[in-house]
């Protein structure tokens, strides 16, 4: 299997200080594959503060990891030539969750369309522009006559990000990053802008990595799911096992809080749980072993000393828990190869 | 039988009757509310859902009369135990809200002033709607009964918003909306902003304060799993219209009007995978409206009459209305 686009072992520490004080470690050796060889959409799933978007950003080039790397195509992001570089800018695209800030305000949205089609020579006259334009829009649902010609200030959430959609869809990337692509959007637009990014996976062979906390549509749409805390993988692997067999403690008191559109299956499950996460949080110091140890009703001794590694509980799945010691450890980057190799 | 509606209205704590809001924008007005009429019984849970510019919003903040500036309320009542709220002076609705009728708004944990410490801005509420006479004494054991019941200790009074995390702050703005014991609460995607752990707690506390002081709740959002949680009774909007009023379970069960219908379908589940069904077609415009129902264009089921004529909400089973004309007397 090659890969295209891999996180090996990667930490990002923000703000160091004298003494630590401050030191957040936001990633905290993450692995993580997408192959070259198969089309596929990975999600990418935790709550605020679990990292996901540092790894995005990580993933995008747009920080560096402190310790670990990121390859694309098997070259280092840091070690890259301008050409490459400007390749993997092509082939990886991203769309983010409110892309308001993407936008210059003093310019019609036009712009934000017309110039990746000039700088990547994606057309030849005005007209085939245009078109590209249009259709991209219009996959994104938009009307073209509604959307062109406007300032960003004048659409809404929803309109703005499938203009984001539509831009990514412009390029033909390879991989799409998208973080919280749906979350401002309608719910019935929600299934709209999904299915077109499924398809691009099944009609033009582009992978997918999906970042939410929106487990159902991670569910719906993915593969395989890594489930983040505090910027460690808790649970990976394929999502029919995490997501309706979930083994971590984390990872089945996420499940249980899902609202499922359903008022026949109610908020239910994990009493144990809610009764310990209700407690007042304790604030986000560093936890010397796992770091959800401090809200887990089966926390024991060896929780506290160090963090778990992952135990690979099934083929297509590992979890960060000792209750799972009795499985084989297994390292994030053979996980990571498995499940995309599957 | 279909039940007698003044019955039902009579027994109702807000009665809101045909609710019309404009705004005045550059490009001409925007009918954002036309025409919305419905009721809510003593603790009840109604959901109000739709999608952005279905006027579910605006609905909520005309009954607080809390719109923007540039919006106008052209018509219609809001009876509050019989009293129409749209009729009151400034000063006397200014005394009903948060006393009779309160709010916790989108984002709410943002309409905190950063510059106070919690306890001073609950005392404020208080303060507010009393004249004198009151000692701080008699308001602080009021506010720590409220925090205490939304599961935040008593110390959160001497704390600035921005020392709470956003979980903390939504219960302090529960806190404030039943402070004064008001007979409705409208929640306004109350925790839009959290994460579902921790949205499941609060959505949970909303619950257990409402049912213990008998409060009605309108809960406004576009999360449909969150409805299926906590609501009794669903009203979804489309284009600033009421299209379906009914009881949460058949909503979402057997849903009547053909939007409903394709809402329903189109929610993702744990059940199927890659199976998106979105509702083809855009939102109207409500600058130019379509003619007849605003669902026309995208209706698969739309017949002639539908471009032609508004279909009116009616009742047309017990506890079930819908404005569509698939249920027009004698087609039904």
Redesign the interface.
């Given at each position: 299997m090659k890969s295209l686009l891999e996180a090996r072992n990667v930490t990002r520490i923000f703000g160091s200080g004298l003494l630590h004080k401050g030191r957040t470690v936001a990633v905290d050796g993450v692995s993580l594959i997408i192959s070259e060889d198969k089309p596929s959409i990975t999600a990418i799933a935790g709550?605020?503060g679990s990292g996901k978007t540092t790894l995005a950003r990580l993933l995008l080039g747009m920080i560096q990891p402190t310790s670990g790397s990121i390859l694309y195509r098997g070259d280092s992001l840091t070690a890259m030539d301008g050409r490459a570089r400007k390749k993997f800018r092509r082939e990886v695209q991203a769309i983010f969750q409110d892309p308001y800030e993407a936008y210059n305000p003093v310019y019609k949205v036009d712009q934000t369309l017309s110039t990746p089609v000039r700088k990547f020579r994606l057309a030849h006259s005005k007209e085939e522009a245009h078109q590209r334009i249009a259709e991209s829009l219009r996959m994104a649902?938009?009307?073209p006559e509604?959307t062109l010609g406007r300032y960003p200030h004048q659409l809404?959430?929803?309109q703005r990000q499938r203009i984001m959609v539509a831009r990514a869809l412009l390029l033909n990337p390879r991989v799409i990053l998208a973080d919280e692509p749906v979350s401002m959007v309608?719910?019935?637009?929600?299934?709209?802008?999904?299915?077109s990014l499924?398809r691009l996976k099944r009609e033009l062979g582009i992978s997918l990595i999906y970042i939410t906390?929106d487990?159902?549509?991670a569910?719906?749409?993915s593969q395989n799911i890594y489930i983040l805390y505090r910027g460690s993988v808790a649970e990976v692997g394929s999502?029919e096992k995490v997501?309706?067999d979930p083994k971590h403690p984390y990872t089945r008191?996420?499940v249980s809080?899902?609202?499922?559109?359903?008022?026949?299956i109610?908020?239910g499950g994990e009493s144990a749980i809610?009764a310990r996460?209700?407690a007042?949080?304790a604030p986000l110091q560093e936890v010397r072993g796992c770091k959800f140890s401090n809200r887990c009703p089966y926390v024991m001794a060896e929780c506290r000393q160090a963090p778990p590694p992952l135990y690979r509980t099934d083929d297509d799945r590992a979890v960060a828990c000792y209750l799972h010691k009795n499985s084989a450890p297994v390292g994030g980057r053979e996980m990571a190869e498995s499940l995309a190799l599957a | 039988m279909v039940r007698d509606r003044a019955q039902d209205r009579d027994a109702c704590v807000l009665d809101v009757r045909d609710l019309r809001v404009s705004y005045h924008t550059a490009a001409g007005p925007v009918r954002a509310v036309n025409g919305v009429s419905f009721f809510l019984r003593p603790a009840e849970r109604l959901g109000l859902v739709g999608?952005?510019?279905s006027g579910k919003t605006t609905t909520a903040l005309s009954l607080m009369r809390l719109l923007q500036e540039s919006a106008v309320i052209e018509g219609g009542e809001v009876l509050l135990d019989g009293v129409d709220l749209l009729r009151l002076s400034q000063e006397a609705m200014r005394l009903a809200r948060f006393a009779r009728i309160s709010l916790i708004p989108q984002g709410a944990m943002n309409s905190l002033n950063p510059m106070m410490k919690v306890g001073e801005q609950l005392r404020d509420t208080i303060r507010a709607h009393r004249n004198g006479g009151n000692s701080r004494v008699t308001f602080d054991t009021r506010i720590q009964e409220v925090l205490q019941s939304v599961?935040l200790?008593a110390g959160v009074m001497d704390r600035y918003p921005h020392e709470l995390?956003?979980g903390?702050k939504q219960r302090v703005c529960i806190a404030m909306a039943i402070l004064l014991n008001p007979k409705v609460i409208i929640a306004d995607e109350p925790t839009s902003a959290l994460?579902?752990?921790v949205?499941?707690?609060v959505?949970?506390t909303l619950r257990r304060v409402q049912e213990a002081l008998g409060a009605s709740v309108i809960l406004v959002g576009?999360?449909?799993?969150?409805?299926?949680?906590?609501v009794d009774r669903i009203g979804v909007m489309y284009g600033g219209k009421l299209v379906e009023v009914g009881p949460?379970?058949g909503i979402?069960?057997d849903p009547l009007h053909p939007y409903t219908q394709?809402?329903?379908k189109?929610?993702?589940?744990?059940q199927?995978?890659?199976?998106?069904?979105?509702?083809p077609g855009?939102?109207p415009?409500l600058l130019a409206p379509p003619p007849g129902c605003m669902f026309h264009p995208r209706c698969p089921q739309a017949m002639q009459r539908c471009s032609v004529d508004v279909p009116a909400l009616a009742e047309v089973k017990p506890d079930r209305w819908v404005a569509c004309h698939l249920y027009d007397r004698g087609q039904a």
């Open positions: 709550e605020s649902g938009l009307r509604e809404s959430g929803g309608d719910a019935s637009l929600r299934a709209t802008i999904l299915e499924v906390h487990l159902t549509t569910y719906q749409a999502v997501i309706k008191l996420l809080s899902v609202p499922l559109p359903d008022p026949d109610r908020w809610e996460a209700s007042p949080s | 999608e952005s510019g599961d200790y995390s956003g903390m994460d579902v752990v949205q499941r707690q959505m949970e576009h999360d449909m799993g969150l409805m299926a949680q906590f949460v379970r979402f069960k394709l809402l329903i189109s929610l993702p589940n744990l199927t995978k890659e199976d998106f069904r979105g509702i855009l939102t415009s």
